[in-house]
């Protein structure tokens, strides 16, 4: 497994704990709103770094 695949694979751990955190937590509606917000953003950006490094890595061991 390459670093990026590694990196990759942590990423999208994150985006996941972020989507559950922004999403299953009974106490969220204690958390303000530009909290769940930002843990919402964060998510997405790792998802999408994630997907993105685990994509070149495809695309790097072929060539």
């Known amino acids: 497994m ?11 751990v994150v985006a996941f704990l972020a989507l ?3 999403r299953a937590f009974p106490f969220r509606d204690d958390i303000p709103d530009v909290a769940q917000a930002a843990i919402a953003i964060a998510g ?5 770094a994630g997907v993105g490094l685990w994509l070149r890595g495809t695309t790097d061991s072929e060539g």
Do not use: H, N, P
Not at 2 to 12: C, I
């Open 2 to 12: 390459t670093r990026q695949r590694a990196l990759a694979a942590v990423l999208l």
């Open 20 to 22: 559950v955190a922004s």
């Open 44 to 48: 997405a950006a790792c998802g999408l």
